[in-house]
């Protein structure tokens, strides 16, 4: 394995083919955007008011390095409720808490064009799992909230990936590879808590360098066809090792050999009438044997401009998305609902149900860069929410606490 990778790494360190600069990546870009959102939620019980917070801020720098080595650095200080020192949990002393800024490094990579349909791509990233978790950036949401998938996904990891947007120009393209055995960001299939250590036992760390690899991997690997921006299909799968737990809060359970996930989506634009549709599934969720997840979701939007409906100043998109998330066990296991306030899984209780219905308008200041500055209104509707909003029973899955709440989103990007 080791001879596998001094070649793999050779192999990255050798020459690219000749190739001419790309004029619009010499000079360093520099880009990023802001969102500032306010929230409302009904029907809590408790004292009720609206809320405002920055959901994501993020500042980046892209471009060319030499001939053929693109790079790419993105810096990110989300969920700002408060500034926090240690970017975790602020706490007044009396048992009130509320969560600090999120903030790291979202992106780090090098992508090297070893040929016209072939490069390579190494740091940190999205791993290919996912259509709109990979194709859609966070200042191009068509909603606040990325769907729930994003507990059945992969996220971000480090490791090296060959990919090809559009292969010997059919339209076609790939993406696969293999990483640390882990995502680095929470909140996903693959975290820490569901997988095994990506290190050995003897590890040892020189500065930044880690000596020491148990030997296990994420490969993930994505495929798709665009033959216009009217059809996009996308079908990825991904699989890592998973963690040996024999015991959730001192419920034994049998534990998998791996965590695996797939998921297909499609979406397009036909004249202003937008949609997107995906399902993804995972086996052995949260590393236990027999515990399956999946989520669906279907949605459409409708711009009003682009249909030619509205003057240039007017440029309206209603939105609309129903999804369904939900957590099963096939070999019916009655241990995991006993083991009711484990935090690393989203859903407990076997067999339940989310159902969140998003209904959702976004403004566009300017039609020909609508990201640059835009304003979205959405209002989450749930059904059969009660067991996901039972303390101690179940966690709610990635984006998928806004219940009955309306939230407004600013956003400006560069």
């Known amino acids: 394995m080791k001879k596998t990778l001094i070649t793999a790494a050779l192999g990255l360190a050798l020459p690219t083919v000749a190739m001419a600069d790309d004029p619009d990546k010499q000079q360093p870009v520099l880009f990023g955007y802001m969102q500032i959102a306010g929230s409302q939620q009904f029907g809590t019980g408790g004292p009720e008011g609206m809320v405002f917070s920055g959901n994501r801020i993020r500042l980046g720098v892209k471009g060319q390095a030499v001939r053929g080595v693109d790079y790419f650095f993105h810096y990110k200080w989300d ?56 194709q859609y950036s966070g200042s191009g949401l068509p909603f606040i909230q990325r769907s729930m998938t994003q507990s059945l996904g992969g996220n971000r990891s480090i490791g090296v990936m060959l990919h090809s947007p559009n292969l010997y120009k059919t339209k076609a393209y790939y993406a696969v590879g293999i990483f640390d055995n882990h995502s680095v960001d929470a909140g996903s299939a693959f975290n820490s808590y569901n997988v095994a250590l990506p290190v050995g036992g003897g590890q040892t760390q020189v500065g ?45 359970v049998p534990a998998a050999k791996n965590v695996s996930a797939w998921t297909i989506g499609v979406d397009g634009n036909i004249h202003g009438l937008k949609y997107l549709a995906e399902y993804a599934a995972v086996s052995s ?3 236990i044997e027999g515990l399956g997840a999946t989520d669906w979701y279907v949605a459409g939007l409708a711009n009003l401009h682009e249909m030619h409906l509205t003057p240039d100043w007017l440029d309206l998109e209603p939105a609309i998305r129903f999804e369904q998330f939900q957590v099963g066990s096939n070999a019916g ?27 959702g308008v976004n403004y566009y200041w300017n039609p020909k860069n609508p990201n640059a500055a835009k304003v979205q209104l959405n209002y989450v509707i749930p059904s059969r929410s009660s067991a996901w909003r039972a303390a101690g029973r179940n966690i709610a899955p990635g984006n998928g606490y806004v219940y009955n709440t309306m939230v407004v989103q600013f956003q400006t990007a560069f």
């Open 79 to 134: 969920r700002l409720w408060q500034s926090s020192i240690l970017n975790s949990t602020y706490n007044n002393g009396q048992g009130f808490a509320l969560p600090g800024a999120n903030a790291g490094v979202q992106d780090a990579y090098l992508d090297i064009h070893l040929h016209p349909y072939l490069s390579a791509q190494a740091g940190k990233f999205r791993i290919p799992l996912g259509l709109e978790r990979v």
């Open 208 to 252: 930044g360098v880690m000596s020491n690899g148990s030997g296990r991997y994420l490969f993930s690997a994505m495929v798709g066809y665009r033959p216009s921006s009217m059809f996009n299909v996308a079908l990825s799968g991904a699989r890592a090792d998973a963690a040996q737990l024999y015991t959730l809060n001192g419920v034994r």
């Open 285 to 287: 969720y949260g590393g």
């Open 333 to 359: 296991l009655a241990a995991v609902s006993k083991a009711a306030r484990v935090t690393s899984m989203a859903g407990l209780v076997n067999g339940a149900t989310l159902d969140n219905l998003t209904l």
